[in-house]
């Protein structure tokens, strides 16, 4: 039976995301869920997942504090096991965070993440609520997602990636803001697929059945 780890490493509440992923596997056959910051545990994982909340440099110096848990992390993805970061769990797959300071991401997918700076100045940062999803890219994890599918986000600052093929999808908040990210095994999303009802759910049945 397969394994999917949800990492703790103390950047957000993962109560929502652990039901969601528990629920999907149920319905999909998607094995085992759990929710630990043990290396031990992400070392022995199929699928590995790790959420994150608040600011850039506090997840990152959060994540270094568990000994030996980014090392299993990367050792995982290295391995080819199928990675969905989600909120600044997907940021941090960047080259550099500009939140408050420099802060060196992972350098899994090239890019920084910058300020969200709306053409409109109008319009409210942080970007927070339900926006529409535009697909740039098929992929199989979102099998079954359109774009107009709705998704919930809560952020202030967003990832520019360097390589366009590597951004799946956007939403429109006066200006393109990057939704979801990948590369060869590595999936993450800006919004919180856990708090986006069906669009949500159906992405995590998707990852939990994705085979890259």
């Not at 085992?32 to 997942?49: L, W």
């Not at 408050?100 to 109008?122: K, L, M």
């Not at 999808?169 to 856990?194: K, L, M």
Request: proline share 6%; with cysteine; glycine share 12%.
């Amino acid at each position: 039976m397969t394994l999917t780890v949800l990492v703790d490493y103390d950047s957000g509440n993962l109560h929502s995301a652990e039901k969601a992923f528990q629920r999907m596997a149920a319905e999909t056959g998607g094995g085992t869920v759990i929710v630990t910051s043990r290396p031990e545990d992400v070392a022995r994982a199929d699928r590995i997942v790790l959420p994150g909340d608040g600011a850039f440099p506090a997840c990152r110096k959060a994540l270094g504090s568990y000994g030996g848990l980014f090392e299993a992390i990367a050792e995982g993805v290295a391995q080819g096991k199928p990675f969905l970061g989600i909120c600044v769990g997907m940021q941090m797959l960047a080259s550099w965070g500009r939140e408050y300071e420099d802060t060196p991401g992972f350098g899994w997918i090239a890019g920084e993440v910058t300020r969200i700076t709306p053409a409109d100045p109008a319009l409210k940062v942080p970007h927070m609520g339900w926006n529409d999803l535009v697909i740039d890219q098929a992929h199989p994890v979102l099998a079954g997602i359109a774009t107009g599918d709705h998704a919930y986000f809560v952020h202030s600052y967003q990832f520019r990636v360097e390589d366009p093929a590597h951004r799946l999808a956007h939403v429109d908040y006066a200006g393109p803001i990057t939704a979801i990210v990948g590369r060869d095994n590595i999936i993450g999303t800006q919004f919180h697929p856990e708090k986006s009802q069906a669009t949500g759910l159906r992405l995590i049945g998707n990852f939990l059945r994705w085979t890259p």
